[in-house]
């Protein structure tokens, strides 16, 4: 089945740090990929998307995202962390040809002083 | 307007009791989501309208029952929930051409079953 994985449940660095969130996806075609951050009680923000042309995909807050088929990967950076980024964040993609957004199990973001 | 706006913020209701919850959006958006999201849990597609009609149902049980009166609105009508039904309700909209995809979340309505 159609899937996207996240292997890291919980993600701790400092703030101005790197970061890099990893998504790992299943499927033959190319698949419409996303990354969604959620704050503590609240709603989903859209941060960026990839459908196809360019594999380096830029977003909001600062954040891009890099498809790479070969390693079926669209894993999220940011280069320089900041403490407003701790929140819980969630890959995604659309299955087949349905409306069906699914998302992965989410990696929890701490961001230390 | 580029919002998803979900009524009540908080609910809390019995087990006998009938509420709605309510989602409305003006950008114009074709296609309309629940999802449900327990603790620490990815968000669950619940149900999907495609220009007012249910296009999907993921096997949801009756207690819920969703209804588009029209294309800004979003309903959730809950009857008889159980405590577990307790969670994170999410509304949510976008065009349902894939091109220009992209949900556009409300900020969820956290219900309480008693």
């Known amino acids: 089945a159609q899937s996207v994985t996240q292997p890291d449940i919980h993600i701790t660095v400092s703030e101005g740090a790197s970061l890099e969130l990893r998504c790992n996806y299943s499927?033959?075609?190319?698949?419409?990929l996303f990354w969604y951050v959620q704050s503590p009680g609240q709603g989903l923000q859209l941060l960026l998307k990839?459908?196809?042309?360019?594999?380096l995909v830029q977003g909001i807050k600062g954040f891009e995202a890099e498809f790479k088929r070969s390693q079926s990967s669209f894993n999220l950076r940011k280069p320089s962390v900041h403490w407003s980024d701790a929140a819980e964040y969630f890959c995604?993609?659309?299955?087949?040809?349905?409306?069906?957004?699914?998302f992965g199990t989410g990696t929890r973001l701490q961001v230390f002083p | 307007d580029t919002e998803v706006t979900q009524t009540p913020k908080h609910l809390v209701m019995g087990m006998t009791n009938k509420k709605s919850l309510k989602c409305e959006q003006h950008?114009?958006?074709?296609?309309m989501y629940w999802y449900k999201q327990k603790a620490k849990k990815p968000p669950e597609l619940m149900f999907v309208?495609?220009?007012?009609?249910?296009?999907i149902n993921e096997s949801v049980p009756s207690r819920f029952s969703p209804e588009c009166p029209n294309s800004s609105l979003l309903n959730l009508h809950l009857h008889a929930l159980q405590p577990e039904d307790s969670a994170l309700y999410l509304c949510?909209?976008?065009?349902?051409?894939?091109?220009?995809?992209?949900?556009?979340f409300g900020s969820g309505t956290r219900l309480t079953v008693v």
């Open positions: 949510a909209s976008s065009q349902p051409d894939r091109d220009a995809y992209g949900y556009t």
């Open positions: 499927y033959g075609a190319t698949p419409y």
């Open positions: 995604a993609h659309l299955t087949g040809n349905t409306d069906k957004l699914i």
């Open positions: 950008m114009g958006h074709r296609a």
């Open positions: 309208y495609s220009y007012e009609k249910l296009s």
């Open positions: 990839y459908f196809s042309g360019d594999t």
